[in-house]
């Protein structure tokens, strides 16, 4: 079974990538996008595949056709290979940024060993990312504790048989409008958010609420016994109502709304997509 990441960077490009039968599996279309600086990585890899298959090369048949994530939010099968494989197609790629790139896909291996031998030194990497970008360590604290209860939620679905990608986004959608009265996009863009993740620009209450929808929806799916995708979109907007049901709760109490415009983007950025709206 494919476990999904967070994005890597080389060099300000984004590298998809899957953690598959025991090891990384990176995107080709996103490895040829940083080495060539193609404007069509998509075509590149069409005609360096066909290339590559009337040469006898190996490199095309250990492709894996394994779901990554997409611009639209939604999962597409692409071409991904291991990282063994892909030191032999960056051989076929011609560009100065070819050492580099080796050195760092070494890496970036070499730090998932050390994680799954110790987990505690994924979650510092990300605690030291935020601190970078200066959000403040109690949010990171929350922070982190809302990964590790997404986790847990998304750990759930899979036992329960609710396929990842489009039913993993529908039952998220309803957490999210049973909790804040909106769905995840429809949120972003009350926070004027393009691509950002949302979650890491909540405030502290609204990260507090989103914990408790989902960790409230994986005790429900949990005692219920919810299995597959019905009994668990059952189970998540019952997880939703409760969260949401205690943010009205407060709101009432302090006079104040919960789900606001708040964002950690950058001050000109916020002022020029408030100009372009």
């Known amino acids: 079974m494919a476990e999904h990441n967070a994005l890597v960077v080389f060099q300000d490009k984004k590298i998809r990538r899957v953690w598959h039968n025991g090891q990384w599996y990176f995107s ?10 193609s404007k069509d990585p998509r075509t590149y890899w069409k005609v360096l595949k066909h290339r590559l298959s009337e040469e006898g090369s190996e490199v095309v048949t250990k492709c894996n056709q394994l779901k990554l994530p997409a611009a639209d939010g939604k999962y597409y099968e692409t071409d991904c290979t291991d990282t063994k ?19 760092w896909l070494a890496q970036v291996g070499y730090e998932r ?3 799954i031998q110790n987990p505690e030194l994924s979650q510092e990497r990300m605690k030291a990312l935020y601190r970078a970008k ?32 489009k039913e993993f986004a529908i039952l998220t959608n ?17 926070k004027n958010l393009k691509k950002e993740n949302l979650r890491d620009h909540m405030t502290d209450l609204e990260l507090i609420f989103s914990m408790l929808g989902e960790r409230a929806t994986t005790e429900i799916a949990r005692t219920k016994d919810a299995k597959g ?20 709760n407060l709101e009432i109490e302090t006079g104040k709304k919960v789900v606001n415009r708040d964002s950690y983007l950058k001050e000109p950025e916020r002022e020029k997509r408030k100009r372009l709206r």
Do not use: C
């Open 134 to 165: 200066g959000y403040s360590e109690d949010w990171i604290e929350k922070r982190m504790r809302g990964i590790a209860i997404r986790q847990e939620l998304t750990d759930e679905w899979r036992k329960r048989n609710v396929k990842e990608g």
């Open 174 to 190: 309803e957490i999210s409008k049973a909790t804040f009265g909106k769905t995840v996009e429809d949120y972003k863009r009350h």
């Open 28 to 37: 080709v279309i996103d490895i040829i996008g940083a080495l060539t600086e």
């Open 85 to 103: 494989t892909m030191f032999r197609l960056i051989q076929s790629i011609p560009s100065q940024k070819a050492e580099p790139f080796k050195l």
């Open 229 to 248: 995708f019905r009994e668990n979109r059952i189970a998540s907007i019952k997880g939703g109502k409760i969260a949401g049901q205690a943010r009205k």
């Open 113 to 115: 060993v050390q994680e």
